[in-house]
């Protein structure tokens, strides 16, 4: 009973002392886990530290740059106007007829006395022939009267009468002539034609249009400008015009007249230009902005357009500066904000009248995305270059 007893009480010993020992497995992997954890969190703590102590230093941004210079700019005045030919007209019939043949094409050119259009002339031309008739026959009665009269048979009151015949037949014949000459309409000077307003087989009247005719190789600019610059204008003076419909392009052209009027109402004197038009880029009706060149000049501190930010609270420009650095002893470029006032413009240039001294070096490009103080790095490989009268090449 008693070696009973003693084997039923040594197996619970056994059976606690195998949670016993899990337990103490478990605690010591999470007292690891736990370790590992805070080791890690510590390590992180330190580089988070370090990087909250170093300053973030952001990269240079490459701009491109500009040197202000001081130019010698003539002063310009400006004014609106409009293009007209200098020499053109709309080709009408000076006699009524039935339109036998048309001998252009819309939109094509003419020589001076190339043939536009015929009228049909069958009616003068058998009047004509029948006045020819006539006026044959009073040549003949004019001669044999002339020959009776020498010889006394005829009086001179005779004479008269057949020569004044003879003439009114020769007037009617000859106004026969310049019916028919009127009823073929030809181009009455070199020049491009539009479209035609007649067609083969209609009557037209006594100055109906037929077709537009202009010369393209000249044109006229005219405009007006208020009376006090008449002192200052002479005829040759350079005038560039400029127009909407072709964007980039300049015309030059001389100014060539000065009308002798002011205009009472607006008080101002109309001018006119002639321009070459080579190309026939230009046409008559055109809207058109003209600039008159003066031949006094004046000293005028010009950057690039891109170099202006423009804003509403003012215009402004962004200064390249040398920067030193108190801690490292190295220099930088940096940027500062300034504000400028803007004179006129012209091409890619604009004029600086009030901010910016000449020498100074700002940035010609990309300024909406700069802040002042910023540090930058200068590259000028690709900067496009300004001009007072840029050709662009697809223009």
């Known amino acids: 009973m008693h070696d009973v007893a003693k084997g039923i009480s040594s197996v619970p010993v056994q059976s606690n ?23 890690a969190f510590g390590i992180k703590a330190l580089q988070i530290g370090k990087m909250m102590s170093t300053p973030m230093v952001m990269p240079p941004t490459t701009v491109s740059s500009v040197t202000v210079k001081e130019e010698d700019w003539a002063p310009t005045l400006s004014a609106v106007g409009s293009i007209s030919a200098v020499q053109g007209a709309v080709v009408s019939s000076e006699l009524g007829g039935v339109v036998s043949q048309i001998a252009f094409e819309n939109g094509g050119t003419a020589k001076k006395g190339d043939l536009l259009v015929q009228l049909d002339a069958s009616a003068e031309e058998a009047l004509l022939r029948s006045a020819e008739a006539e006026a044959e026959l009073a040549r003949q009665d004019l001669e044999r009267t002339r020959g009776l009269a020498s010889q006394k048979v005829l009086s001179k ?45 209609q009557m037209i009247n006594s100055g109906q249009q037929v077709v537009p005719l202009t010369s393209l190789d000249s044109l006229f600019a005219d405009f007006a400008l208020p009376q006090q610059y008449l002192g200052q204008l002479t005829p040759g003076l350079e005038v560039q015009v400029t ?27 109309t001018l006119q230009a002639t321009l070459e038009n080579p190309d026939h880029a230009l046409r008559p009706g055109m809207f058109a902005k003209a600039e008159v060149t003066l031949p006094e000049t004046h000293k005028a501190l010009v950057v690039p357009g891109s170099a202006i930010s423009y804003a509403p609270f003012g215009d402004s420009v962004f200064v390249i500066e040398k920067k030193k650095d108190e801690k490292t002893g190295k220099e930088s470029q940096a940027i500062r904000q300034q504000f400028v006032r803007v004179g006129e413009a012209r091409g890619d240039l604009v ?45």
Request: hydrophobic share 40%.
């Open 351 to 395: 004029a600086i009248t009030q901010g910016l001294k000449a020498g100074e070096t700002i940035v010609s490009t990309g300024v909406f995305k700069l802040r002042n103080g910023m540090t930058v790095t200068i590259n000028n490989d690709l900067a496009p270059k300004p001009q007072v009268n840029p050709k662009p090449v697809d223009s």
């Open 157 to 201: 009151a005779e004479l008269d009468a057949a020569e004044s015949k003879f003439n009114r037949l020769n007037a009617v014949a000859d106004q026969m002539r310049s019916n028919i000459r009127k009823k073929t309409i030809i181009a009455p000077f070199d020049g491009q034609l539009g479209i035609r307003q007649v067609n083969v087989g």
């Open 243 to 269: 127009t909407d419909a072709l964007p980039g392009r300049v015309f030059n052209g001389k100014l060539t007249a000065i009308n002798s009027m002011v205009d009472s109402s607006t008080r101002n004197i």
């Open 17 to 39: 002392a195998r949670p016993r020992r899990r337990g103490r497995s478990v605690g010591i992997a999470i007292g690891l886990l736990i370790v590992i954890l805070v080791f």
